[in-house]
């Protein structure tokens, strides 16, 4: 579960004061499929790299299963974000001088806790589940969007993160590739129960949210459960 | 920094090397290596010309230890009981005396000044690599009398017209052909050139040698004396223990090393040698260092985004400056392995044609230790250059650099 209570952001450009988060106070439950929406600018990206342990509030509280993020160290804020959460960018990410293969166990070979006969077996395995197994060679330039995004998703769930970050993974795709993302997402949180916080500024996507929390000049202006479409 | 995350570390360095962009590495290895062969080459030529020119000395001027007349006097006396005594001692592979007269030699038209040496040709032999040096005709026996042996440059070639000629030479002598001699004492006598030698040192190439029994016909009585005894050491003997003994042993003439007569000639070039050398080495280190400076803080700006990236899937930062690091250890170690290559290539191609000039010659003088040494402060210059922008960069905070 996250508690997150008035959170604020402030960034400063020259003299002026930007203020992305305003108070800010939201609870994530285990297993919810999060939207976060907003126009451009309303401070969704921003909350999503204070919850995912990327930024630093100026003020407020966010507290993940327990534990008072302030409290950590930058090492364990490092080691946190390694075993506990996981990230899916909008550009994809990913190591271009790494294979397939190396980029998705890359997070995993720093786990203390994997042998490389279990990092292997975990990428592997996160792979067929992604059908890009007969791609595991090659290097992301030689693959789609699509497939590029797919690879960040299994390089995101090969730790078996607690909560998985999205920040517009679809942006940068067409409809049928966003739709092939937004399954794989729908497949996770159902079969694993993952919890899924995810930011987007398209409509349709909505269908695949459970909750939506809506932002506009980095206020919470709306929350509402959401009954998701039947993949 | 536990194993786990050396190997991604080293993997992620390996990676980018491999599929990064493959001209830069390589011009960073080429950088590395040439920066290594002129931190090596200048010291290495410099101490090749310093060791030749040593080596010369001792093979064709003084020897190991060179006994003189005492202070005062113009020649070493008693010149057999000397030389026995000298001979005698262990460690001594051969003493021998030498006697240079001024002397004006004649051939066809052309008269010069040079000086005559006279030698015991079995124990030069033993001292003086003289006889290796034939390059036309031979060396001189024991027991010849009417015969001598001159440099090049002194033989001269027919080919050049005498006002065209580096030094004044007798226009073209070969071997077999007759000289005359006349010595500052008047006497007067035509030799037959039996040889004609080139030892690439200018002092020796300059004099005519004759046999010691010629000299004494000269002298019209047997010779008793000498102007210097040269001695060669056996090896394994250092100058020093010989000096000590042959003093020790009573003689009682002037006892110098070679390191003892150095000391007040070469003393003053070898200091500049090593000023210049020292000079050398920190405008090597220098340029080398900013380089891969500035080559790993283009590739860490260039990579900014992705560092903020594996920052944020969980790779500490010690992980990713090691990966810079590492990056730049494997450079330095191709770059100084390609150069130490390079270098040996130029040290055997110097030691086929050293350099030649009219009074020395010289080639390029490297030992492992030279390599080690410099190995080891270009590794670590390397290093320095390397990790000081990894580790700049690894400590920028998430979001800026994944903003980048």
């Given amino acids: ?231 | 920094m536990g194993k786990k995350e050396l190997k991604v570390a080293f993997l992620l360095a390996l990676r980018s090397l491999q599929r990064g962009s493959r001209s830069s590495v390589l011009l960073t290895i080429v950088i590395i290596a040439l920066c290594f062969t002129n931190m090596v080459f200048l010291p290495g030529l410099f101490n090749g010309i310093g060791e030749g020119i040593i080596t010369q000395i001792v093979d064709y001027e003084v020897g190991n230890v060179l006994v003189s007349p005492k202070t005062g006097e113009q020649y070493v006396t008693d010149l057999d009981a000397t030389l026995d005594l000298i001979n005698g001692m262990p460690g001594v592979e051969r003493a021998t005396p030498h006697l240079s007269k001024g002397a004006t030699l004649k051939y066809r038209q052309r008269i010069l000044g040079v000086s005559v040496k006279a030698i015991k040709p079995t124990d030069e032999k033993f001292v003086s690599p003289l006889y290796k040096k034939m390059i036309a005709g031979s060396y001189l026996g024991e027991s010849d009398t009417g015969e001598v042996i001159i440099g090049k440059p002194v033989a001269g070639d027919p080919t050049i017209k005498q006002e065209d000629e580096f030094q004044p030479s007798l226009g073209g002598v070969r071997v077999g052909d007759s000289i005359t001699i006349e010595y500052a004492n008047g006497y007067k006598k035509d030799y037959r050139v039996k040889g004609i030698y080139y030892t690439g040192w200018s002092s020796s190439d300059n004099t005519v040698y004759v046999t010691w029994s010629d000299m004494e016909l000269v002298e019209g009585k047997p010779l008793s004396y000498a102007e210097y005894i040269t001695v060669r050491a056996k090896p394994g003997y250092s100058e020093k223990f010989i000096k000590d003994e042959l003093q020790q042993y009573g003689v009682a003439e002037t006892v110098q090393t070679t390191g003892d007569l150095l000391s007040k000639v070469m003393g003053s070039i070898l200091q500049s040698f090593d000023i210049i050398n020292m000079v050398s080495l920190i405008v090597g280190i220098v340029i080398t260092t900013v380089v891969l400076f500035i080559v790993i803080t283009i590739k860490t700006i260039n990579s900014r985004r992705q560092i903020g990236i594996l920052r944020a899937i969980g790779v500490d930062k010690e992980v990713i400056m090691h990966t810079y690091g590492m990056q730049v250890v494997i450079m330095a170690v191709l770059g100084i392995f390609f150069g130490a290559l390079l270098t040996a290539g130029i040290s055997l191609y110097m030691t086929a044609h050293p350099i030649v000039t009219p009074e020395w010659s010289a080639y390029l003088l490297l030992t492992p230790e030279d390599y080690i040494m410099n190995s080891l402060i270009l590794f670590l210059a390397s290093i320095v250059a390397g990790y000081v922008p990894a580790w700049q960069v690894s400590r920028e905070d998430i979001q800026s650099a994944m903003r980048a």
């Fill in chain 1, 1 to 231: 579960m996250i508690e997150i209570t008035d959170l604020h952001k402030i960034y400063r450009m020259g003299d002026v004061e930007v203020k992305a988060l305003d108070g800010v106070t939201l609870t994530i439950e285990k297993g919810e499929f999060l939207g976060i929406v907003g126009a451009s600018g309303s401070g969704k990206s921003t909350l999503l790299h204070m919850l995912g342990l990327l930024d630093q509030p100026n003020s407020g509280k966010i507290v993940i299963d327990g534990l008072d993020t302030a409290t950590l160290t930058d090492y364990e804020q490092t080691m946190f974000r390694l075993y506990k959460l996981g990230y899916v960018f909008q550009d994809y990410a990913l190591v271009p001088d790494l294979t397939v293969m190396e980029n998705v166990s890359l997070p995993a070979m720093l786990r203390k806790d994997r042998t490389d006969e279990q990092v292997k077996k975990d990428s592997f395995s996160i792979l067929q589940k992604i059908g890009l197994c007969d791609r595991k060679d090659h290097l992301p330039r030689e693959l789609s969007g699509g497939q590029q995004q797919r690879v960040s998703i299994a390089r995101a769930m090969v730790n078996r993160p607690d909560i998985l970050f999205a920040d517009e993974p679809c942006a940068n795709l067409d409809t049928e590739n966003s739709r092939m993302v937004l399954d794989l997402f729908d497949e996770i949180n159902h079969s694993m129960h993952q919890t899924i916080i995810m930011v987007s500024h398209e409509d349709w996507h909505r269908e695949y949210f459970h909750r939506i929390v809506r932002l506009r000049d980095g206020k919470v202006v709306s929350d509402e459960r959401n009954v998701p479409h039947e993949a």
